[in-house]
């Protein structure tokens, strides 16, 4: 990657470092999208002078991506706030050398035309006041979501890339990145699970339902998008898989932060970032603490920055701490590993590596036996945990992503 860094990287004036240059890099992987697997994003840097919203366009669904940038603007508060550039919960205002309607502002570097401009925007602008809490410019960039971004698959030499990178640099960080602290990072002070939950949450089932959005809830501009049925959806969906596959016992929340690859680990249990975040937040809505407000949630962030704590802004607003939201959780879905989340011992996620002759029998069981391979898993199991095995054949042939191989182990 570092080859691939230099090699690409855009200098103008004294924007440099290597640094800067991953955040080059990163511009031109999302504007480019060269493996053709679009993935919406947000950046804000400490100092910038505006920020950046990745959404790609997929078959006039107007509506769905219009809720994934809203979902990506709530990351890019959540940054604002865990950079310490963002310090209240009150909007504002305004956007500094700007009018009101140049807060939100498209980019349609592909010449992909059509209504994604029209109707993104339109939904930024009509998020109520309350959350535009940035007093600085936020760039949605809409990209083609095949091979080739905003330019296509001929595009070998990246001219189209280049050049709207080029246009792109000086409005993200202008006066030669003067002040920009491309080196901060968020890692230490983010729960990764609240943060995808919370920005789901509010992007489907609050500022695209019915009565969020003044442009959604607009007849006239033929948008009218149902984020209350998406989120509730999301919500049954993510039932089917705590009590069927991939399952709660391999559901798991970290207790103490930071991190290293939290989500990774999960999903190489066969379980993905947006479900763990979205049950995370519905649990704590829902069941731990319903009278939870957005404003609430925020200061989490706030004060985790102020006091370099994550666990410190949750037990700071909520007067309870993370590990006793999490056994909560774990109790109320009866996770076998909520007795030592509780007791504030700690009890891992089940290794793979942990597991290594009970995967063989069971791959040979289910090749062998079909269902009967099941029998065998029950037959070992011991009450410890569940070990998941997801990755074992190629996701392209047996969807093993999604069907992980659930086998009980003593091991674990």
């Given at each position: 990657m570092?080859?691939?860094?230099?090699?690409?990287?855009?200098?103008?004036?004294?924007?440099?470092?290597?640094?800067?240059?991953?955040?080059?890099?990163?511009?031109?992987?999302?504007?480019?999208?060269?493996?053709?697997?679009?993935?919406?994003?947000?950046?804000?840097?400490?100092?910038?002078?505006?920020?950046?919203?990745?959404?790609?366009?997929?078959?006039?669904?107007y509506?769905?991506?219009?809720?994934?940038?809203?979902?990506?603007?709530?990351?890019?508060?959540?940054?604002?706030?865990?950079?310490?550039?963002?310090t209240?919960?009150?909007?504002?205002?305004?956007?500094?050398?700007?009018?009101?309607?140049?807060?939100?502002?498209?980019?349609?570097?592909?010449?992909?035309?059509?209504?994604?401009?029209?109707?993104?925007?339109?939904?930024?602008d009509?998020?109520p006041?309350?959350?535009?809490?940035?007093?600085?410019?936020?760039?949605?960039?809409?990209?083609?979501e095949?091979?080739?971004?905003?330019?296509?698959?001929?595009?070998?030499?990246?001219?189209?890339v280049?050049?709207?990178?080029?246009?792109?640099?000086?409005?993200?960080?202008?006066?030669?990145?003067?002040?920009?602290?491309?080196?901060?990072?968020?890692?230490?002070?983010?729960?990764?699970?609240?943060?995808?939950?919370?920005?789901?949450?509010?992007?489907?089932?609050?500022?695209m339902n019915?009565?969020?959005?003044?442009?959604?809830?607009?007849?006239?501009?033929?948008?009218?998008?149902?984020?209350?049925?998406?989120?509730?959806?999301?919500?049954?969906?993510?039932?089917?898989?705590?009590?069927?596959?991939?399952?709660?016992?391999?559901?798991?929340?970290?207790?103490?932060?930071?991190?290293?690859?939290?989500?990774?680990?999960?999903?190489?249990l066969?379980?993905r970032?947006?479900?763990?975040?979205?049950?995370?937040?519905?649990?704590?809505?829902?069941?731990?603490?319903?009278?939870?407000?957005?404003?609430?949630?925020?200061?989490?962030?706030?004060?985790?920055?102020?006091?370099?704590?994550?666990?410190?802004?949750?037990?700071?607003?909520?007067?309870?701490?993370?590990?006793?939201?999490?056994?909560?959780?774990?109790?109320h879905?009866?996770?076998?590993?909520?007795?030592?989340?509780?007791?504030?011992?700690?009890?891992?996620?089940p290794?793979?590596?942990?597991?290594?002759?009970?995967?063989?029998?069971?791959?040979?069981?289910?090749?062998?036996?079909?269902?009967?391979?099941?029998?065998?898993?029950?037959?070992?199991?011991?009450?410890?945990?569940?070990?998941?095995?997801?990755?074992?054949?190629?996701?392209?042939?047996?969807?093993?992503?999604?069907y992980?191989?659930?086998l009980?182990?003593?091991?674990?």
């Amino acid at each position: 990657m570092l080859f691939l860094i230099n090699a690409y990287a855009v200098v103008l004036g004294v924007c440099s470092g290597m640094g800067y240059e991953m955040a080059v890099e990163n511009l031109r992987q999302k504007l480019g999208n060269p493996s053709g697997e679009p993935q919406a994003g947000a950046d804000y840097y400490k100092g910038a002078g505006a920020a950046a919203i990745y959404i790609y366009t997929h078959n006039e669904d107007y509506g769905s991506t219009a809720k994934v940038c809203v979902h990506e603007y709530h990351h890019l508060l959540q940054q604002g706030m865990l950079h310490g550039s963002i310090t209240s919960t009150t909007a504002p205002g305004g956007v500094v050398g700007f009018n009101d309607m140049e807060r939100f502002q498209t980019k349609d570097y592909g010449g992909i035309g059509g209504l994604w401009t029209t109707h993104v925007k339109g939904v930024m602008d009509g998020l109520p006041a309350s959350i535009k809490l940035f007093d600085l410019p936020t760039y949605v960039l809409v990209i083609a979501e095949g091979v080739g971004g905003i330019g296509d698959e001929d595009d070998d030499d990246g001219d189209v890339v280049t050049t709207a990178i080029e246009d792109l640099v000086p409005l993200l960080w202008p006066n030669d990145c003067a002040g920009v602290d491309f080196e901060n990072r968020l890692d230490t002070l983010v729960n990764g699970a609240l943060a995808e939950g919370e920005a789901e949450y509010y992007a489907a089932n609050v500022y695209m339902n019915s009565g969020g959005n003044t442009y959604n809830d607009d007849s006239d501009n033929n948008l009218n998008w149902d984020g209350g049925a998406d989120w509730m959806s999301r919500v049954a969906n993510n039932e089917e898989f705590m009590n069927g596959t991939p399952g709660k016992e391999l559901y798991h929340l970290p207790l103490t932060f930071p991190v290293e690859n939290a989500f990774k680990k999960l999903e190489e249990l066969g379980w993905r970032q947006h479900p763990v975040g979205q049950i995370c937040y519905t649990h704590l809505k829902n069941v731990w603490r319903p009278a939870t407000t957005q404003a609430e949630l925020m200061q989490v962030n706030i004060v985790a920055y102020a006091e370099n704590s994550f666990v410190v802004g949750f037990e700071t607003v909520f007067n309870s701490s993370w590990r006793e939201f999490v056994c909560h959780l774990e109790t109320h879905h009866q996770i076998s590993r909520a007795a030592q989340t509780c007791l504030k011992s700690t009890k891992e996620p089940p290794k793979r590596e942990d597991c290594t002759l009970e995967i063989v029998l069971g791959v040979l069981g289910r090749l062998a036996f079909g269902a009967l391979a099941g029998l065998v898993s029950l037959a070992m199991y011991c009450g410890a945990c569940a070990c998941g095995i997801p990755n074992m054949f190629s996701a392209k042939h047996a969807k093993a992503e999604t069907y992980p191989l659930v086998l009980y182990s003593p091991a674990c």
